[in-house]
């Protein structure tokens, strides 16, 4: 009686309606855990990689390229679906949208016009009072100029045909996997405060630890298509903005984010992971 009963219950609507929340209910997965936190209201994914429908209301510390690699979108897409103009500057509790609507962002309340000053009276008694001898001019000497980073050594890399280097010595651990739910780039092993090398040249985009998943991260920009990414270091040593070069020093090999001791290796193609063992070369 018991057993028909249960099984009477699980043919039930409610089960069945319990279950499609849950598949529609989707979710990002990072490299070894989600990488979004908490203000995301993803409803549906429409492809793998990418979310498609919902919104992210920005937090402190994020970037329009940390939000575009979490979410899977090429920055510049973002950016167009989401209205943003350059510089591409975000606002904490700015929702970015990823259905294509527009993004609505509280601005600050705007400051009154200054009033001009009242006239002088005009004097009726006929007497000339001294004038208020004038302040001598303030000259400001020119700010200093803002100190740039300093440059981490460069060490001799092999590039591949297409421009890419190794950004770690080590053992691959990890591959990568084109299901959008698995592992997204390569896992290199390797010992606590090894070098990372930046893959190619170009512009540290990101550098922090906002993105879940993934530690202490450092995102490059190195065209309009392509950008690399390193996780889980124990020490950054570079600054968003930053230039640099293939075979630079970027980071510290660490386990911020996972388990052991790894490099997480990335790179994107217009927002997309590729695999990487396509572009470095061979060893």
Not at 104 to 115: D, F, G
Not at 179 to 199: H, R, W, Y
Request: hydrophobic fraction near 35%; glycine fraction near 12%.
């Amino acid at each position: 009686m018991r057993l028909t009963a249960v099984r009477r219950w699980i043919r039930g609507p409610v089960v069945r309606s319990a279950l499609g929340i849950l598949v529609i209910a989707g979710t990002l997965v990072g490299c070894a855990s989600s990488p979004h936190g908490g203000g995301v209201q993803v409803v549906d994914r429409n492809q793998r990689d990418r979310v498609t429908s919902g919104q992210y209301l920005v937090r402190r510390g994020d970037t329009l390229w940390s939000i575009a690699f979490r979410f899977g979108w090429d920055w510049r897409e973002l950016a167009r679906v989401n209205g943003i103009q350059p510089p591409h500057v975000i606002y904490p509790g700015q929702k970015i949208r990823f259905d294509g609507g527009a993004s609505r962002v509280a601005s600050a309340a705007p400051r009154p016009a200054p009033q001009p000053a009242p006239a002088p009276a005009p004097s009726t008694s006929g007497v000339v009072t001294n004038p208020v001898p004038r302040q001598p001019a303030i000259t400001t000497q020119p700010a200093p100029p803002v100190s740039q980073p300093a440059r981490t050594p460069v060490t001799p890399v092999t590039r591949s045909a297409s421009g890419w280097a190794w950004p770690a010595n080590g053992t691959i651990i990890g591959r990568f996997s084109s299901n959008g739910s698995l592992n997204k780039g390569i896992d290199i092993a390797g010992e606590l405060g090894q070098p990372v090398l930046a893959a190619s040249d170009g512009t540290v985009v990101y550098a922090g630890s906002g993105l879940r998943g993934y530690g202490e991260l450092v995102i490059i920009k190195h065209s309009d298509t392509y950008v690399s990414a390193y996780g889980h270091n124990r020490r950054l040593l570079v600054r968003e903005g930053q230039q640099v070069k293939a075979g630079q020093s970027i980071a510290e090999m660490g386990s911020t984010g996972t388990d052991r001791v790894k490099l997480h290796f990335e790179i994107r193609r217009q927002g997309k992971p590729v695999d990487p063992l396509q572009y470095l070369p061979r060893r």
